[in-house]
């Protein structure tokens, strides 16, 4: 079955500077990749996903990943952090043919002003 | 109401009693899920349910029972729990069981605790 590793619990940045959440995963064939943040009191929602072809994917709130099928990661970046991006950021792998999904126990990312 | 809503938010409880969490979905999916939050555990999938038939249970103790009515919503009843359940329970829907084309979208939790 596959797993996903996130090795930083807990990441701290300034406002303003570049971020980097790390992810590895383990699986046998090409993996569907997803983050998610979860902000204090809600549901996760879906920042990205990777299932093929460009291994840079853009998604929402300036945030990308890339694939690195070397490396087994799915790294999540964002260039200039904001405050609000404060928040809790889970990794996720799928296997092909089904909705079982697996997460990893997450990175907290606070930020300082 | 849009997307996914959970009642209660916070729910706290003994062990001998029974209670039940409730999800909505007001996307038309057509799959739901529950999840359990544990502090600084990865989200453990319980059940998923299709069309209002479960089609995955993953060694989820019987003092959680689930029920889907409907394909819009979704209960987990509880009895008899262990102070080890208390956590946030999520519930998500998705279109269908497709990993690559179904995003799952999820409530904001339901915040159990068990003395």
């Known amino acids: ?113 | 109401e849009t997307g996914v809503t959970q009642t209660p938010r916070h729910l706290v409880m003994g062990m001998t009693n029974k209670k039940s969490l409730k999800c909505e979905q007001h996307l038309g999916h057509n799959a739901m899920y529950w999840y359990k939050q544990s502090a600084k555990k990865p989200l453990e999938l319980m059940f998923v349910y299709s069309l209002e038939e479960r089609v995955e249970n993953n060694s989820v103790p019987s003092r959680f029972s689930p029920e889907c009515p409907n394909s819009s919503h979704l209960f987990l009843h509880l009895h008899t729990l262990q102070p080890e359940d208390s956590a946030l329970y999520l519930c998500a829907s998705s279109q269908g069981l497709r990993v690559r084309t179904d995003t799952q979208y999820f409530g904001p939790g339901t915040r159990l605790t068990v003395l």
């Open chain 1, 1 to 113: 079955a596959q797993s996903v590793t996130q090795p930083d619990i807990h990441i701290t940045v300034s406002e303003g500077a570049s971020l980097e959440l790390r992810c590895n995963y383990s699986y046998g064939a090409t993996p569907y990749l997803f983050w998610y943040v979860q902000s204090p009191g809600q549901g996760l929602q879906l920042l990205l996903k990777y299932f093929s072809g460009d291994t840079l994917v853009q998604g929402i709130k300036g945030f990308e990943a890339e694939f690195k099928r070397s490396q087994s990661s799915f790294n999540l970046r964002k260039p200039s952090v904001h405050w609000s991006d404060a928040a809790e950021y889970f990794c996720a792998v799928g296997a092909q043919g089904n909705n079982d999904m697996r997460f990893g126990a997450g990175t907290r990312l606070t930020v300082k002003p």
